[in-house]
């Protein structure tokens, strides 16, 4: 399960996705609430918090679905969610965080926000 940072959509993960499925997994990315083809939430909840309820019920239905929690994979406000997911429910098999780190400093901020304009259109790409 791909979850995508705060102003990007599910498509940032495209060659992500596609190297996994080479490799044989089953690879879905979630375009999280209020971005990509998602539905605007109507009570305005976009906060942390709604984020995480939704990636731990996206992680249990992806469960019930395929018969196994997934590996989760968030970058920045997806491994944010994610992790919150986690402190709530059992909902995934493994965590893999993205430009998540314990304290935050303003210039490693900026290049990551740099970083994700940049792949805004193709993706990120793995070498």
Known sequence: MLLHGGGQTRHAWRTTAEKLAGRGF???AIDQRGHGDSAWVDSGA????DYGREAAWLGQEIERRFGAKPV?????LGGLASLYALGQAACFSALVLVDIAPRLEASGVANIRDFMQACAREGIHQP
């Open 26 to 28: 089953t690879a879905i």
């Open 46 to 49: 976009y906060a942390l918090e």
């Open 72 to 76: 989760a994979i968030g970058a920045s």
